[in-house]
């Protein structure tokens, strides 16, 4: 994980793909995957430009999620 300005990186590691309210709580973004859900259906979360409603969401490397003035951009 690095932090440049409002922008972070996310890296996946061994791992396919990372949920976005897993990502949220790993990016410590949230204090709490109920939070992470909560916020999330409430709307404001965007994946590659385009809101997303579902805390389940797979991201896989390449995809971009914008939150509360950040920008996290996922990585193999």
């Known amino acids: 994980m690095k932090k440049n300005d409002n922008s972070l990186n996310f890296k996946l590691g061994s791992h396919e793909y990372v949920e976005l309210k897993n990502l949220l709580k790993l990016m410590d973004l949230v204090n709490s995957g109920g939070e992470a859900k909560y916020i999330i259906k409430e709307g404001g979360i965007y994946v590659n430009g385009e809101e997303e409603l579902r ?3 797979k991201l896989r ?3 971009t999620v914008t939150f509360d003035n950040h920008t996290i951009i996922i990585e193999a």
């Open 55 to 57: 805390p389940g969401k």
């Open 61 to 63: 490397a390449g995809d």
